[in-house]
């Protein structure tokens, strides 16, 4: 998935540890990376989090 992508990448262990840390706890989202902004900014302001995704 981030094959050409030189940055901004997390490890596969730290996904697993910030996955793990809400599968425990039963959360059903688990915001993962950068997603946890992109929540707060869609939530604040959902046209520029619209405009982010939609140039990605």
């Known amino acids: ?3 050409g992508r ?6 596969p262990d730290e996904l697993a540890s910030q996955f793990m840390d809400y599968f425990q706890n039963n959360r059903l989202e688990v ?4 997603v946890k ?3 707060t ?9 619209e405009r982010l995704l939609k140039n990605s």
């Open 37 to 39: 902004w992109l929540k």
């Open 41 to 49: 900014i869609q939530r604040w302001f959902p046209s520029l989090a």
């Open 31 to 34: 915001p993962i990376g950068k």
């Open 1 to 3: 998935m981030t094959k």
């Open 6 to 11: 030189g940055k901004n990448k997390i490890s």
